[in-house]
């Protein structure tokens, strides 16, 4: 049976944490350990984690970020296989057994991702997102047309060393950097299924549009810096594509100089998105009506 360790990066998440590390405790696929790294939390997290006792490894350091907590967990841990998990996310109880499952089924994988639903505050269910796909997605990444949370992930320990671990100057689209450089160098798996519960609260880093705005397009700078006549052929969709989530973020949050700033920048690279704008207000009737 291969060895797993799961790596929690924490940060002023004593309201969530417990539940996530219950989370990953109860998984049917029993870890071989589960690391959390306190990340310079100012508020209860320490006195949650110590209530834990030797069920898990706590480490402390000055907060330096998520990426960075996440590697600190990735090289002290001693499991062949990595599998991190936000703090204020929840695992369903198969999800491990079902990953490492594919990995046994192709152990050529660089990662294994999984579908998710997010809920809100009152743990009602938002949305589900299923069909994401495997095999080699790098082209569909860098398309934006594949989204990879950090929770959502196992990775073979030897392939984080490999690619470098995340890049800890790019929140929040570290996830994104870190499962693209893997996807450009190994096939990914995905299972089907919902394993992951992403919570959204009004404490999540991606309620801050602009360091999102900031994060994607510094991230995609970083993809396109490689001279491949073949990832260069995708530039002006790809950063139309971004620069037009972006305008999506700030029109639902009613904030319309965003909005036109970023939809003007999407329709220079690529004009076919004034095709997507009508959409907008249809989207947000729809979920609001979901709701």
């Known amino acids: 049976m291969k060895t797993v360790s799961v790596v929690i990066p924490t940060y002023n998440h004593a309201a969530y944490i417990r539940e996530a590390i219950e989370s990953a405790l109860a998984q049917t696929y029993t870890p071989l350990e589960v690391i959390v790294v306190d990340d310079g939390s100012t508020d209860d997290t320490p006195r949650v984690l110590a209530g834990f006792g030797d069920r898990i490894r706590a480490l402390h350091q000055q907060n330096a970020g998520v990426g960075a907590a996440r590697n600190r967990g990735g090289r002290e841990a001693r499991g062949e296989y990595l599998a991190f998990l936000d703090s204020d996310d929840i695992w369903l109880p198969d999800k491990l057994a079902l990953q490492m499952a594919e990995l046994e089924r192709d152990p050529a994988l660089g990662l294994v991702h999984c579908a998710m639903q997010s809920f809100d505050p009152d743990g009602r269910v938002i949305d589900a997102h299923l069909g994401g796909t495997g095999g080699w997605i790098a082209v569909d990444m860098l398309r934006y047309g594949q989204a990879i949370s950090g929770s959502k992930m196992v990775v073979p320990k030897r392939v984080f060393e490999e690619v470098g671990g995340f890049d800890p100057t790019l929140p929040p689209s570290e996830d994104w950097d870190f499962c693209y450089r893997i996807a450009t160098r190994y096939p990914v798996g995905y299972v089907d299924r919902v394993l992951l519960r992403y919570r959204l609260h009004g404490g999540g880093i991606h309620l801050n549009i602009p360091r999102l705005a900031s994060g994607m397009l510094r991230a995609l700078d970083k993809a396109f810096a490689a001279p491949d006549p073949v990832i260069q052929s995708h530039r002006r ?55």
Do not use: E
Request: hydrophobic share 35%; with cysteine.
């Open 237 to 291: 969709y790809s950063y139309g594509r971004v620069h037009m989530i972006i305008a999506g973020c700030y029109y639902q949050n009613r904030d319309l100089p965003g909005f036109f700033r970023h939809l003007m920048k999407s329709l220079r690279y690529d004009p076919r998105n004034i095709t997507h704008v009508a959409g907008y207000p249809v989207r947000l009737m729809l979920r609001a009506i979901s709701r």
